[in-house]
């Protein structure tokens, strides 16, 4: 079946380094959601993404669409503690229509040392 | 402007009594919505989707149910709970159409003892 996976899991760095994970869908997707969810919070919808090797940024979040639309990255540079969370990629679940589920990946928990 | 509210917050619940936990969305019409599981540290399932009033899809066999009474109101339910249904209760919504992003509720964390 679909599934959309996610790498690392966990990922711990000391304040003002970079950070990149990685999301890797086993389908073509027509677009890509990038969520963060704070510890103890609700996942968050950051972007979007609908083109073939699209990138955009936000402040330090660079998000990237790979070329074949099968994956995807997002890198945060220099971070800072308020990237503490848990980092999830989301695609549309094959042949769901217009009924709008997402399938997400596992997620990567960051944690950032001060 | 979109709100999701759901409730309770936290639940400690006994195994074998009846859960209701319930979501209502504001300032949209004829959202698609939907009740997702997270257990600790791990990703989101999705347990049930509704694209209507009264239009129920389940994605896994499990204990729990689900109902859209009305547009905007969607209810998660169990008549006896299990152990096994611990976990973080996600309520969510998204517009009509193809690749629109999921606005999530706070969450209800129930703990089944």
């Known amino acids: 079946g679909q599934q959309v996976m996610q790498i690392p899991q966990y990922q711990h760095v000391q304040e003002g380094e970079d950070f990149t994970t990685y999301c890797n869908s086993s389908?073509?997707?027509?677009?890509i959601q990038w969520y963060k969810q704070r510890p103890g919070g609700h996942p968050v919808f950051l972007i979007q993404?609908?083109?073939?090797?699209e990138v955009k940024k936000q402040k330090r979040l660079t998000f990237q669409f790979g070329e074949a639309k099968k994956n995807s990255s997002l890198h945060i540079t220099a971070t800072q503690t308020t990237d503490v969370g848990t980092y999830f990629c989301a695609g549309p679940v094959l042949g769901s229509g217009n009924t709008g589920k997402l399938i997400f990946g596992q997620g990567t928990t960051l944690q950032v040392k001060p | 402007s979109q709100t999701i509210h759901q409730w309770p917050a936290t639940l400690v619940q006994p195994v074998g009594s009846p859960l209701s936990l319930e979501c209502t969305v504001e300032?949209?019409?004829?959202?698609?919505l939907y009740w997702y599981r997270q257990a600790a540290g791990r990703g989101l399932q999705l347990l049930f989707y509704s694209v209507g009033i009264g239009q129920i899809s389940s994605e896994v066999p499990q204990n729990l149910s689900a109902s859209r009474p009305q547009d905007r109101q969607f209810i998660l339910s169990s008549k006896k709970l299990l152990l096994s249904d611990s976990g973080f209760y996600l309520c969510?919504?998204?517009?009509?159409?193809?690749?629109?992003?999921?606005?999530f509720g706070q969450g209800t964390r129930l703990t089944v003892v």
């Open positions: 389908t073509t997707l027509s677009n």
């Open positions: 300032g949209t019409s004829n959202p698609n």
């Open positions: 993404l609908v083109k073939s090797g």
């Open positions: 969510a919504w998204t517009r009509q159409g193809l690749g629109t992003e999921a606005f």
